[in-house]
């Protein structure tokens, strides 16, 4: 099983309407092929992460990551033994569009330095970042 953990810079205006649109197609094909994850927007950034098996997973993030609206900044992955957020898919929760917390800022800004800067996200950053993800895990549930 895999997760990815992205950020992007929107290419558009991103309303209310349409971010809603975006999260109700999501959900949808998403449960279809059983994947997990949320996505993020502080209003120019999305940060979505993203879990499940890997056929499944991977041609959906290539689809994601040639979808003209937005355009991929940094992206890592890791190899999970299990889902962080199974209970989301059972509620049907597969892409959330949430008011920013502390953590999810956090990981917006220090990526987006990390881009500007051109910076290679190595092994052990990215091991940090998906361990926020378990901390969000916690603070979620
Ligand atoms: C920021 C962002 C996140 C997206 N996340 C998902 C997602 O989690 N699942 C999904 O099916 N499509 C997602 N999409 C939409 C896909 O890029 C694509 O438009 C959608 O899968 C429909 O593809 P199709 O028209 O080839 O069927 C996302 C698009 C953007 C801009």
Request: glycine share 4%.
């Amino acid at each position: 099983m895999k997760a990815v953990l992205y950020l992007s810079k929107a290419n558009q205006e991103f309303d209310k309407e349409s971010l809603k649109a975006l999260e109700l197609q999501s959900a949808e094909n998403n449960r279809k092929l059983g994947l997990s994850g949320y996505l993020y927007f502080d209003g120019s950034k999305f940060l979505q992460y993203l879990e499940g098996e890997e056929e499944n997973l991977m041609p959906l993030l290539n689809r994601i990551r040639e979808d003209s609206r937005h355009d991929f900044l940094c992206e890592t992955e890791e190899e999970i033994p299990a889902k962080r957020f199974p209970e989301w898919n059972m509620k049907n929760i597969q892409s959330m569009v949430l008011e920013l917390g502390l953590v999810e800022k956090t990981i917006i800004q220090t990526l987006s330095i990390f881009v500007e800067k051109g910076y290679h996200l190595d092994k052990g950053i990215s091991r940090d970042l998906f361990k926020l993800m378990d901390h969000l895990k916690v603070v979620t549930f």
